[in-house]
């Protein structure tokens, strides 16, 4: 079993940055790929962003590229995601995910997911 808890959400106003972490516990931390995904209000959770268990390896929505950055502290049992310049249209909670022992580089959909944290909130005023 693999326990997800996130934390770093909060008020923001548009065009600025917060930084999102998630330390996982119960299983080798450098055995499974990470993932971002969010839940804005009123629509279906979507894909933000995913780093492989095999270093140098990640993913990012259209949405978000070039202004989130994923990352992962093996030595920490913690992944991250730095969110810059970021817009209304980012509000949403924000979920990470562990896919254990990924088939491949495991930056497949949400469906490979195994373990999901309860999700912060992060709220970017105009």
């Known amino acids: 079993q693999v326990h997800l808890v996130e934390s770093g959400g909060g008020l923001v106003q548009a065009g600025g940055s917060l930084r999102l972490s998630c330390t996982a516990s119960?299983?080798?931390?450098?055995?499974?790929?990470m993932g971002w995904f969010r839940r804005a209000p009123g629509k279906e959770r979507e894909f933000v962003a995913a780093?492989?268990?095999?270093?140098?390896?990640?993913r990012y929505a259209d949405s978000v590229k070039g202004r989130f950055t994923i990352s992962r502290d093996n030595a920490k049992n913690t992944a991250y995601l730095q969110m810059n310049s970021l817009k209304p249209e980012d509000t949403a909670v924000y979920f990470c995910?562990?896919?254990?022992?990924?088939?491949?580089?495991?930056?497949?959909?949400?469906?490979?997911?195994?373990?999901w944290g309860q999700g912060t909130q992060v709220t970017v005023s105009s």
């Open positions: 995910a562990a896919d254990y022992l990924p088939v491949g580089l495991g930056l497949g959909p949400e469906y490979e997911y195994d373990y």
């Open positions: 780093i492989s268990w095999s270093p140098g390896n990640s």
């Open positions: 119960g299983r080798t931390f450098s055995t499974y790929s």
